[in-house]
């Protein structure tokens, strides 16, 4: 289902030149959607980079912890073919542990959906698009709570507050060639 919605979200989010100028500028743009109780955003921003290097990057799940804002911990269940099976840790108060199914397309897409939460629905994905001096990334997340815990619309608000934040993180650790290490990670 995430994937449909993400096509149709980006048929509707075209990327033009002038928002390409601006990416490239170091900005980046972002988009808020409600999809009945669910709650989503999505982020795109430039990374000078190549796509390969970014999706090989962002693939590698067993490093997310050192890049990724509010992620503490990860644990990989199983891996079958191109999906793997993820518990998340946080450390944010209010953000329980799930675990997510995380399906690999090389160099096109990321994409994920709850397996195991206390929340009704999760499904995001990173979508990668070249271009000639570096790769446009756009980081998709639509959460319903189910009203369990915390509202939906205060979970995708956390997630909100979290873009600078992301945007900086990940252009640093892909710039970096993955070296990059958030100064609040502690294994």
């Known amino acids: 289902m995430i994937a449909l919605l993400a096509m149709v979200a980006a048929a509707r989010w075209p990327l033009g030149s002038s928002d390409v100028a601006s990416l490239e500028k ?3 743009e972002t988009r808020d959607f409600q999809d009945g109780d669910a709650r989503g955003m999505s982020v795109r921003f430039f990374v000078k980079a190549p796509l390969h290097e970014c999706y090989d990057i962002l693939a590698d799940v067993k490093d997310m912890p050192q890049y990724m804002p509010g992620l503490n911990r990860i644990r990989v269940l199983s891996a079958t073919g191109d999906t793997k099976i993820l518990q998340y840790h946080s450390g944010i108060p209010l953000i329980p542990d799930f675990v997510l199914a995380r399906h690999f397309e090389p160099d096109k897409s990321i994409t994920w959906s709850k397996i195991k939460a206390p929340y009704k629905r999760i499904d995001g994905s990173w979508r990668f698009q070249a271009l000639p001096d570096g790769t446009v990334l756009t980081y998709t997340a639509e959460i319903d709570t189910g009203q369990v815990l915390v509202p939906s619309w205060l979970a995708i608000a956390i997630e909100q507050q979290g873009r600078s934040q992301l945007v900086h993180n ?6 970096s060639g993955g ?3 958030r100064p609040d990670y502690h294994k």
């Open 26 to 28: 170091g900005g980046y």
């Open 170 to 175: 990940v252009r640093r650790r892909i710039e």
């Open 179 to 181: 070296t990059w290490v």
